[in-house]
């Protein structure tokens, strides 16, 4: 009895001691209707990639209807641990719909650690007109 009780309460130290690393999406812009996009801007609420490797692969896929191809062809980058951004080559035009969609195969890393990333995935923008 007294080995049980001891299995059990190390088994629960174990599981309180290997706290599941999380992250989320802080903030994307833009977001809804914005007449002026150059840029697309993503931040997330912890440190998700190492610092200092700028080559890392984009987080999310970035689509968008009614741009010309060549505005819509590059990738982004990471400007922080945490901070990712994309930079159209010039002023999406009037009628563009894009959207954000987190990669299913990019994996979040916490604290070195690979993390679960919580909350909304999924964004969505346009230039009117």
């Keep these: 009895m007294k080995l049980a009780i001891r299995c059990a309460a190390w088994a629960l130290l174990a599981l309180l001691g290997s706290p599941a690393h999380a992250a989320s999406i802080r903030s994307l812009s833009p977001q809804g209707e914005v ?4 840029q697309v801007a993503l931040s997330f609420s912890e440190a998700v990639v190492p610092l200092g490797e700028p080559r890392l ?55 070195g650690a690979p993390a679960v990333l ?3 995935t999924a964004f969505q923008f346009s230039t009117g007109g």
């Design 35 to 38: 007449a002026h996009i150059e």
């Design 57 to 111: 692969a984009d987080p999310v896929t970035l689509m968008c209807v009614g741009a010309p191809p060549a505005l819509t062809a590059r990738s982004g980058r990471w400007t922080s641990d945490r901070d990712w951004v994309y930079d159209f080559d010039q002023a999406l035009p009037p009628g563009v719909r894009c959207s954000v969609q987190l990669r299913a195969d990019w994996k979040p890393l916490v604290a």
């Design 118 to 120: 919580s909350g909304t």
